[in-house]
C-alpha cells in the first residue's frame, strides 16, 4: 500500500473575508444669501493737506450698513475680501490721488469677529462695516471713491 503525499490528499483552503459597509452619502441646499447695501461706508468730508487717519468704527453713524436673507438660524460669516483698498479721485494716477482703506471692523448684528445667526424668517438686518482710511498731506483735494467685495458666507 502506497500512500499518497500528503499535501495531494489535503486540500488547503484559504478564507478572505470582506468587510462591507455601507458609504452614506447626503447632499443639502442651502438657500442663496442675498445682500443689500442699505448704506455705503462714508468718510465724509476732510480737510486737504493733513496727514491723518479717519476711523469709522463699525458702530458709527458712517458705518456701511448691510442686510442679507438665506437659510433660516443659519450662521454666517462676513468679511471684507480686499485686505487693502485704494480710493482715487480723478484718473487715480499718482500717489496723490489715492487714499488706501483697511483695517475693517464688523459690528452691529455680527460680532467683532463678522459671525452672525440669522432668525427664523433667514433674515439679519444692521449688519455694520467700518475702516480705516490713511489719508496723507499730499492728497489732492477732491472726491474719493472705491469699491470692494463683501462676501457673507455659510459656517
Known amino acids: 500500500m502506497t500512500r499518497a503525499p500528503l499535501n495531494s490528499v489535503l486540500s488547503i483552503q484559504r478564507v478572505c473575508v470582506a468587510l462591507i459597509s455601507i458609504l452614506g452619502i447626503k447632499l443639502s441646499f442651502a438657500a442663496a444669501i442675498a445682500i443689500t447695501e442699505q448704506q455705503a461706508l462714508n468718510f465724509g468730508p476732510i480737510i486737504a493737506y493733513i496727514t491723518q487717519d479717519i476711523v469709522i468704527a463699525a458702530a458709527d453713524s458712517d458705518a456701511a450698513v448691510f442686510d442679507i436673507s438665506g437659510d433660516a438660524y443659519a450662521q454666517i460669516s462676513i468679511e471684507?475680501?480686499?485686505n487693502r483698498i485704494n480710493m482715487v479721485t480723478g484718473s487715480g494716477n499718482g500717489s496723490s490721488r489715492k487714499i488706501l482703506?483697511?483695517?475693517w471692523s464688523y459690528g452691529g448684528a455680527v460680532d467683532t469677529n463678522g459671525l452672525g445667526t440669522l432668525d427664523?424668517?433667514?433674515?439679519?438686518?444692521?449688519i455694520r462695516v467700518g475702516a480705516t482710511a490713511a489719508v496723507k498731506a499730499s492728497?489732492?483735494?477732491?472726491?474719493?471713491?472705491?469699491?470692494?467685495?463683501v462676501r457673507i458666507t455659510y459656517q
Open 80 to 82: 471684507v475680501t480686499n
Open 120 to 126: 427664523q424668517f433667514g433674515s439679519l438686518a444692521n
Open 139 to 149: 492728497n489732492i483735494p477732491g472726491p474719493y471713491s472705491a469699491s470692494g467685495t
Open 101 to 103: 482703506v483697511n483695517q
